[in-house]
T-cell receptor, first 115, second 111 residues
Framework: EAQVTQNPRYLITVTGKKLTVTCSQNMNHEYMSWYRQDPGLGLRQIYYSMNVEVTDKGDVPEGYKVSRKEKRNFPLILESPSPNQTSLYFC??????????????FGSGTRLTVV | AQSVTQLDSQVPVFEEAPVELRCNYSSSVSVYLFWYVQYPNQGLQLLLKYLSGSTLVKGINGFEAEFNKSQTSFHLRKPSVHISDTAEYFC?????????FGKGTRLHILP
């Protein structure tokens, strides 16, 4: 089954403790992206990657890191989480021809709480 | 700059009544357009998309949308809603290397 797999689904952590949220897709998609979803603010892009070893900042990159060493994986790293990073996070992937993105397949989401 | 405006943050509608969720976008180039649905406590699922061709696009669960280039709109419609359509709906625009989402419209189905 074609899918984007995120782990974990739920995570509670303490301020300053490094964490990684994993994302993997099995559709050979070039483009992968991370979003956070907050009430009243909709979906905001954190980082995106157009292919292996190519990443770029989205609209809210502060406090996050990503890497794209393999085509299928795109982990999101919070080096020193803070309470304002408490949010619902989504990973998404898509075919990308170099001109347009053809539409996302989303993961199921990771609900992160930083205390 | 590219932007997506969903004009209504919430839309209440009676069961079996028709509904239209409005979406306008700003872009100076050709774009791809999408509607996604998010059911309570779930991820986002693609409802339908416009890439090219016919301006009337049919999606899953009886939804359809019409691309209007002159009005830069992509409104979502369903002729008769069901309680199971209760969800948040997001319009999105793809231009070059970005997909931009609207802030969402919550559809409330009234019995």
């Amino acid at each position: 089954e074609a899918q984007v797999t995120q782990n974990p689904r739920y995570l509670i952590t303490v301020t300053g403790k490094k964490l990684t949220v994993t994302c993997s897709q099995n559709m050979n998609h070039e483009y992968m992206s991370w979003y956070r979803q907050d009430p009243g603010l909709g979906l905001r892009q954190i980082y995106y990657s157009m292919n292996v070893e190519v990443t770029d900042k989205g609209d809210v990159p502060e406090g996050y890191k990503v890497s794209r060493k393999e085509k299928r994986n795109f982990p999101l790293i919070l080096e020193s989480p803070s309470p304002n990073q408490t949010s619902l996070y989504f990973c998404a992937s898509s075919f990308y021809t170099g001109t347009n993105i053809y539409g996302y397949t989303f993961g199921s989401g990771t609900r992160l709480t930083v205390v | 700059a590219q932007s997506v405006t969903q004009l209504d943050s919430q839309v209440p509608v009676f069961e079996e009544a028709p509904v239209e969720l409005r979406c306008n976008y700003s872009s100076s180039v050709s774009v791809y357009l999408f509607w996604y649905v998010q059911y309570p406590n779930q991820g986002l699922q693609l409802l339908l998309k416009y890439l090219s061709g016919s301006t009337l696009v049919k999606g899953i669960n009886g939804f359809e949308a019409e691309f209007n280039k002159s009005q830069t709109s992509f409104h979502l419609r369903k002729p008769s809603v069901h309680i199971s359509d209760t969800a948040e709906y997001f319009c999105a625009v793809s231009e070059n290397d970005k997909i931009i989402f609207g802030k969402g419209t919550r559809l409330h189905i009234l019995p």
